[in-house]
């Protein structure tokens, strides 16, 4: 049995086709959407729900306003290469009302200090630990 170039060369693409996929799979990664609530719960209730968040490059945090108090997001400090301090979202009044941060190039992985600037005295603040990238296989 003989078998035919073209034969050969079909047989390459399907494998080389079949090595794309698995290394397209490998690699792509969901970005995952992470909500963090303002809330006030009682008297010294006032808080970032969750205070910890963990996020990957390229996912979503969005703060939403859950209370009845005027709440907003002022980072704080990040890792030294980070390009987010001062960065702040505007006041958040109205219930359900959502602020979003993509983690795109300035998160650079470590942890992040935020708070909310009219209750950061009362201890309305979070931390967000931003993971490094997947390695490539
Ligand atoms: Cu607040």
Request: proline share 8%.
């Amino acid at each position: 049995m003989t078998i035919t170039r073209s034969a050969l060369l079909l047989l390459g693409a399907v494998l080389t086709s079949a090595t794309t996929w698995a290394q397209d799979s490998a690699v792509a990664k969901r970005p995952t959407l992470h909500l963090v609530a303002m809330v006030e719960r009682g008297q010294y209730g006032i808080a970032f729900e969750p205070m910890r968040t963990y996020a990957a490059p390229g996912d979503t945090v969005r703060f939403v306003q859950k209370g009845a108090l005027p709440h907003n997001v002022l980072f704080r400090s990040g890792p030294p290469a980070a390009a987010v301090d001062s960065l702040e979202s505007p006041m958040l009044l109205e219930a359900g009302a959502t602020w979003d941060v993509v983690l795109d190039s300035r998160f650079v992985p470590g942890k992040y200090h935020f708070v909310c600037v009219p209750h950061e005295t009362l201890g309305m603040a979070g931390l967000l630990y931003v993971e490094p990238a997947a390695a490539a296989p």
